[in-house]
């Protein structure tokens, strides 16, 4: 009798336990997308000196979950760090920015340092890379240039695992009907001429000691990069194909899978995304002070005929705006909130 009190005693303190970490999530998680600038082949539809966010990115967070709110590259650095102080996680994004020197890779930096120290504080704070936002990730950990050419753009192919894989944070959870067809099947867009090469990596302490290495592939000339990465110690993950596409995306001019395998592939990494930013309590100030910083105050537009993404986010330097003011502006921007 002595033992069954015993036991029901611990079943309703783990039961206890367990509604806590429950409870201990955070419901509204939201997410920082990093914006860059627009390319050349956006100018027909941005004013001058806009950054940009392919909407495919935001859908990919929104679905599982969360919202989000644009780090907005061109902003001052100080107000760049409050408000990703005050996101649960941050999305570096795919995109054509230059590595250094750029308004993204200063953002980029500002993200990890934070997502570092907030870490080695005891505050879960996850970061997720995809294509150059992975680059980016593996340039500012490795403090070297660790980026090489690869033959590499619309590359689907089948993701070659590492032992690692079957127990990492990001694999572990997937079934194994998902985990054989990211094996066999084409199921991952590769859309870069640059790369991670196996070599580099395994050349570089920093970077072996900050992430595990869960899959590689060849490029067409046989040359193997990393393709999938997650922090050892710290919520850092890196895709450098593109899990967003397989849903959001639709250009004919890439080798998107957009089947009901790869779909669910994408919806995996998005569930477990946000469910890592869950996990981060960050707040803003005030539900004004969100709702003035979400993704839902800026225009989308649609790039159909100019830009893969189809539809992209556009942000106008702010700066930039109050200076100039001449006509060819003003049309633009009045083309563009005509949409
Ligand atoms: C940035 O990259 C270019 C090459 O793409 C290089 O010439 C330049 O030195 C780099 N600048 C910094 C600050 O690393
Ligand atoms: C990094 O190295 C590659 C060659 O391995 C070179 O093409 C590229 O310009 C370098 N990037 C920078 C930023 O120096
Ligand atoms: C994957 O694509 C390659 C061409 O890149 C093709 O040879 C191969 O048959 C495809 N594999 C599957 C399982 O569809
Ligand atoms: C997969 O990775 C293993 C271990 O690194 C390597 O030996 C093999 O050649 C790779 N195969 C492909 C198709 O990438
Ligand atoms: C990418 O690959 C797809 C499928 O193989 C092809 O239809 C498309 O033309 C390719 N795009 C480019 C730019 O070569
Ligand atoms: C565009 O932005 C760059 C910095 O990113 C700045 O140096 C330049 O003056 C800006 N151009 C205009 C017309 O504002």
Redesign the pocket.
């Known amino acids: 009798m002595r033992n069954f009190v015993n036991l029901v005693q611990t079943a309703i303190f783990l039961i206890f336990i367990a509604c806590e970490i429950q409870s201990e999530l955070n419901l509204r998680p939201v997410l920082g997308i990093i914006t860059q600038k627009t390319s050349e082949v956006f100018e027909p539809l941005v004013p001058y000196n806009s950054t940009y966010i392919a909407s495919s990115y935001v859908k990919f967070l929104e679905m599982a979950g969360a919202e989000v709110v644009p780090i907005i590259s061109t902003w001052h650095k100080k107000r760049i760090e409050r408000v990703i102080r005050k996101v649960n996680g941050v999305l570096l994004p795919g995109g054509a920015a230059p590595f250094n020197e750029s308004s993204y890779w200063d953002a980029s930096v500002i993200a990890y340092k934070v997502a570092v120290e907030l870490n080695d504080k005891g505050v879960y704070y996850p970061l997720f890379g995809i294509c150059l936002g992975f680059e980016t990730l593996h340039e500012i950990i490795a403090e070297e240039n660790s980026t090489s050419f690869f033959d590499s753009e ?1 590359l689907t192919i089948p993701l070659n695992f590492t032992q690692m894989a079957y127990k990492s944070r990001l694999f572990k959870d997937m079934s194994k009907e998902l985990m054989q067809s990211l094996l066999f099947d084409n199921i991952t867009l590769n859309m870069h001429k640059m790369g991670v090469s196996t070599k580099t990596f395994q050349n570089n302490e920093k970077l072996k000691r900050m992430f595990q290495v869960l899959s590689t592939n060849l490029d067409r000339d046989g040359r193997e990069f990393i393709s999938t990465v997650e922090g050892i110690k710290y919520p850092f993950y890196g895709t450098q194909w593109h899990p967003e596409k397989n849903i959001f995306e639709w250009t ?4 998107i899978n957009h089947g009901p395998t790869a779909v669910k592939v994408t919806q995996h990494f998005a569930n477990f995304f946000v469910n890592e930013a869950r996990r981060n309590k960050n707040k803003f100030a005030s539900e004004e002070e969100l709702e003035s910083l979400l993704i839902m105050n800026y225009k989308l537009i649609w790039g159909a005929g100019v830009s893969a993404f189809g539809q992209i986010y556009i942000f106008q330097d702010e700066t930039f705006l109050k200076i100039k003011k001449n006509k060819n502006l003003k049309k633009i921007n009045s083309r563009i909130d005509n949409k």
């Open positions: 619309n004919p001019f890439q080798a």
